[in-house]
């Protein structure tokens, strides 16, 4: 007969696995059919998992994609943020295109598969979450400086992995950095 202890390890487990499955399945799901005309029932049914399953995680299908969007950036910020150094913004680069390119499954879906606005949302706020002193610019406004600093990068990715998903790495970081980080962070260092 098991514990309390180890009853609760295993639901702990099964609610890990239920969760890990409803995410893969609306992964899943976004390449194959607009992000707005998926349904709950489509997920559950993907997942293999009980209609109830859904709502004991998330009250809703953008609740779920918001939750999804917010980890992969955090993480990805939480990589590259320490190595943004206004002298030599290609590593952080390199570390963002490595980071998205590693998880091209998810990454694809966030930004091809419509969900691209729920992801820009989700990044803005994790950035405009970013100490001050990341923005010191007296002529460029922060919250300018983050809208375009995330637009630019998610075209970059989208453009990446919807129309060019042979473009080397090395490449794609050299576009993020020339074309949107050195600019943006080297004008806002400047001042």
Do not use: N
């Amino acid at each position: 007969m098991a514990t309390a202890a180890q009853s609760g390890k295993t639901r702990d487990a099964r609610q890990l696995r239920s969760d890990a499955a409803l995410r893969a399945a609306l992964i899943a799901l976004i390449p194959r059919q607009p992000y707005d005309k998926i349904t709950v029932r489509d997920i559950v049914a993907e997942a293999g998992v009980g209609y109830a399953t859904f709502f004991r995680h998330y009250p809703s299908k953008d609740a779920m994609l918001d939750a999804i969007a917010s980890e992969e950036i955090a993480e990805m910020m939480a990589r590259t943020a320490p190595l943004l150094d206004p002298t030599d913004t290609r590593r952080s680069c390199r570390v963002l295109a490595e980071h998205v390119g590693g998880r091209r499954d998810v990454w694809s879906a966030l930004l091809t598969g419509g969900a691209a606005t729920h992801l820009r949302e989700q990044f803005e706020r994790l950035a405009d979450e970013m100490p001050m002193s990341s923005f010191p610019s007296e002529w460029l406004p922060r919250e300018l400086g983050i809208r375009f600093g995330v637009t630019a990068t998610i075209e970059i990715l989208g453009w990446w992995l919807r129309d060019r998903p042979d473009y080397p790495l090395e490449e794609v970081a050299e576009l993020l950095d020339r074309l949107t980080i050195a600019p943006t962070v080297g004008a806002l260092k400047r001042g």
